[in-house]
Protein backbone atom coordinates (compact mmCIF):
# COMPACT_ATOMS: atom_id res chain seq x y z
CA UNK A 1 0.00 0.00 0.00
CA UNK A 2 1.56 3.59 -0.56
CA UNK A 3 2.46 5.78 1.97
CA UNK A 4 0.41 8.87 1.45
CA UNK A 5 1.96 12.09 0.51
CA UNK A 6 -0.21 14.83 1.25
CA UNK A 7 2.54 16.32 3.48
CA UNK A 8 6.20 15.49 5.11
CA UNK A 9 4.10 15.47 8.53
CA UNK A 10 2.52 12.78 7.33
CA UNK A 11 4.83 11.06 5.68
CA UNK A 12 6.75 11.16 9.20
CA UNK A 13 3.95 10.03 11.63
CA UNK A 14 2.58 7.00 8.88
CA UNK A 15 5.87 6.28 7.90
CA UNK A 16 7.07 5.55 11.52
CA UNK A 17 3.93 3.93 12.56
CA UNK A 18 3.73 1.97 9.97
CA UNK A 19 6.98 0.37 10.19
CA UNK A 20 7.48 0.58 13.92
CA UNK A 21 4.44 -0.07 15.29
CA UNK A 22 5.27 1.51 18.43
CA UNK A 23 4.14 4.67 20.79
CA UNK A 24 7.46 5.74 20.95
CA UNK A 25 7.97 5.88 17.31
CA UNK A 26 4.55 7.77 16.96
CA UNK A 27 5.95 10.49 19.44
CA UNK A 28 9.57 10.84 18.29
CA UNK A 29 7.54 11.60 15.14
CA UNK A 30 5.34 13.81 16.04
CA UNK A 31 8.28 16.00 18.11
CA UNK A 32 10.28 15.63 15.48
CA UNK A 33 7.55 16.98 13.27
CA UNK A 34 6.97 19.80 15.77
CA UNK A 35 10.55 20.77 15.49
CA UNK A 36 11.27 20.91 12.58
CA UNK A 37 8.23 22.62 11.35
CA UNK A 38 8.88 25.36 14.17
CA UNK A 39 12.60 25.44 12.45
CA UNK A 40 10.90 27.18 9.52
CA UNK A 41 13.38 26.35 6.76
CA UNK A 42 13.87 29.91 5.93
CA UNK A 43 17.25 31.79 5.76
CA UNK A 44 19.47 31.01 8.77
CA UNK A 45 17.54 28.07 9.58
CA UNK A 46 19.80 25.38 11.19
CA UNK A 47 20.35 22.48 8.54
CA UNK A 48 17.92 24.36 5.56
CA UNK A 49 17.72 22.48 2.91
CA UNK A 50 17.48 23.70 -0.55
CA UNK A 51 14.16 23.42 -2.04
CA UNK A 52 14.37 21.14 -5.06
CA UNK A 53 12.05 18.40 -6.76
CA UNK A 54 14.62 16.10 -4.74
CA UNK A 55 14.39 17.59 -1.40
CA UNK A 56 10.25 17.92 -1.41
CA UNK A 57 10.35 14.37 -2.54
CA UNK A 58 12.93 13.45 0.24
CA UNK A 59 10.67 15.48 2.98
CA UNK A 60 7.81 13.43 1.64
CA UNK A 61 8.84 10.10 1.80
CA UNK A 62 12.20 9.57 3.58
CA UNK A 63 12.38 12.02 6.56
CA UNK A 64 10.19 9.87 8.74
CA UNK A 65 13.68 7.10 9.16
CA UNK A 66 16.49 9.00 7.94
CA UNK A 67 16.13 12.18 9.28
CA UNK A 68 16.35 16.16 8.26
CA UNK A 69 20.28 15.49 8.30
CA UNK A 70 20.39 12.29 6.44
CA UNK A 71 21.73 10.53 9.71
CA UNK A 72 19.44 8.00 10.61
CA UNK A 73 17.42 7.65 13.34
CA UNK A 74 19.54 4.39 14.86
CA UNK A 75 17.15 2.17 13.28
CA UNK A 76 18.16 3.47 9.49
CA UNK A 77 21.59 3.93 7.72
CA UNK A 78 22.96 7.06 7.93
CA UNK A 79 23.11 8.62 3.86
CA UNK A 80 26.07 10.92 4.55
CA UNK A 81 29.21 8.82 3.65
CA UNK A 82 27.78 6.07 3.25
CA UNK A 83 28.76 3.50 0.26
CA UNK A 84 25.45 2.79 -1.10
CA UNK A 85 24.51 6.29 -1.31
CA UNK A 86 27.84 6.97 -3.13
CA UNK A 87 28.48 3.83 -4.75
CA UNK A 88 26.52 2.21 -7.92
CA UNK A 89 23.23 3.88 -8.55
CA UNK A 90 21.44 1.04 -9.96
CA UNK A 91 21.87 -0.85 -6.82
CA UNK A 92 20.75 2.63 -4.86
CA UNK A 93 18.11 2.50 -7.19
CA UNK A 94 17.11 -1.38 -6.62
CA UNK A 95 16.73 -0.97 -3.04
CA UNK A 96 15.00 2.64 -2.94
CA UNK A 97 12.68 0.92 -5.26
CA UNK A 98 12.42 -3.13 -4.91
CA UNK A 99 13.63 -2.84 -0.82
CA UNK A 100 16.86 -5.07 -2.60
CA UNK A 101 19.75 -4.36 0.05
CA UNK A 102 22.76 -4.06 -1.95
CA UNK A 103 26.01 -6.10 -0.90
CA UNK A 104 27.52 -2.70 0.78
CA UNK A 105 24.83 -2.56 3.27
CA UNK A 106 25.20 -5.63 5.44
CA UNK A 107 22.00 -7.41 6.60
CA UNK A 108 21.75 -7.35 10.57
CA UNK A 109 23.34 -4.16 11.18
CA UNK A 110 19.77 -2.06 11.31
CA UNK A 111 16.62 -3.71 12.24
CA UNK A 112 14.74 -1.74 9.91
CA UNK A 113 13.35 -2.26 6.69
CA UNK A 114 13.98 -0.50 3.69
CA UNK A 115 10.83 0.14 1.99
CA UNK A 116 9.98 -0.03 -1.79
CA UNK A 117 8.97 3.03 -3.28
CA UNK A 118 8.13 1.54 -6.85
CA UNK A 119 4.96 4.00 -6.70
CA UNK A 120 7.10 7.26 -6.75
CA UNK A 121 7.54 8.21 -10.77
CA UNK A 122 10.41 7.97 -12.35
CA UNK A 123 11.67 11.87 -12.29
CA UNK A 124 10.80 11.89 -8.56
CA UNK A 125 13.08 8.78 -7.88
CA UNK A 126 15.74 10.09 -10.31
CA UNK A 127 15.22 13.37 -7.88
CA UNK A 128 15.33 12.16 -4.64
CA UNK A 129 18.42 9.96 -5.30
CA UNK A 130 20.29 12.84 -6.95
CA UNK A 131 19.58 14.85 -3.74
CA UNK A 132 20.55 12.55 -1.56
CA UNK A 133 23.61 11.29 -3.79
CA UNK A 134 24.89 15.25 -3.55
CA UNK A 135 23.54 16.35 -0.12
CA UNK A 136 25.41 16.04 3.52
CA UNK A 137 29.08 15.83 1.91
CA UNK A 138 27.97 13.31 -0.45
CA UNK A 139 29.69 13.99 -4.41
CA UNK A 140 27.98 11.48 -6.21
CA UNK A 141 26.91 11.60 -9.23
CA UNK A 142 23.20 12.52 -10.29
CA UNK A 143 20.70 9.77 -11.83
CA UNK A 144 18.56 10.78 -14.82
CA UNK A 145 14.97 9.31 -15.05
CA UNK A 146 16.16 7.46 -17.60
CA UNK A 147 18.68 5.23 -15.65
CA UNK A 148 15.70 4.60 -13.40
CA UNK A 149 12.66 3.42 -16.06
CA UNK A 150 16.28 1.25 -16.71
CA UNK A 151 16.43 -0.07 -13.25
CA UNK A 152 12.39 -0.64 -13.23
CA UNK A 153 12.75 -2.40 -16.33
CA UNK A 154 15.72 -4.51 -15.94
CA UNK A 155 13.75 -5.85 -12.69
CA UNK A 156 10.12 -6.84 -14.70
CA UNK A 157 12.18 -8.05 -17.44
CA UNK A 158 11.99 -12.73 -17.39
Same mark, same amino acid.
Given at each position: MPMRTQGWVDA $?????? *? *??? @? &?RSLVLSVA $??????? &??????????VPQ???SRVYMQNCIGCHGPTGKGMGMQPALPGSATVNGDPTALAAWVMFGVRPATSPAGKYPGMMPQ???????????????? *? @?????????LAAADITAVRAARVAP
Open positions: $LVFSSI *R *RAG @T &C $LGVGLGA &CGGGKGAAGATAGFTYLKDDELSAVLTHV *R @TQWGNQASP
